[in-house]
């Protein structure tokens, strides 16, 4: 069966619209300033907040 009309672009956009990628957000790092996600803990120095740091692993190239 074919459609019965022909389905307008603006209306396809307007169904298509809530299958957007959304932006992640990034907060600074409070210690070596480089960014990281919210609520996590920096991949480059391993500071979460005051009480807590994790003892990053660091690969050397050689």
């Given amino acids: 069966m074919l459609p019965v009309k ?5 209306r396809t956009k307007r169904r298509r619209s809530h299958q957007r990628l959304e932006a992640v957000n990034y907060s600074i790092c409070k210690k070596c300033e480089s960014p990281k ?9 391993g ?8 003892n990053v692993a660091r690969e050397d190239a050689d």
């Avoid at 022909?6 to 603006?10: D, F, L, R, S």
């Fill in 47 to 54: 500071y979460l907040n005051p009480k807590i740091t994790l």
């Fill in 37 to 45: 996600l919210p609520h996590a803990a920096c991949e480059n120095c």
């Fill in 6 to 10: 022909k389905t307008a672009k603006g």
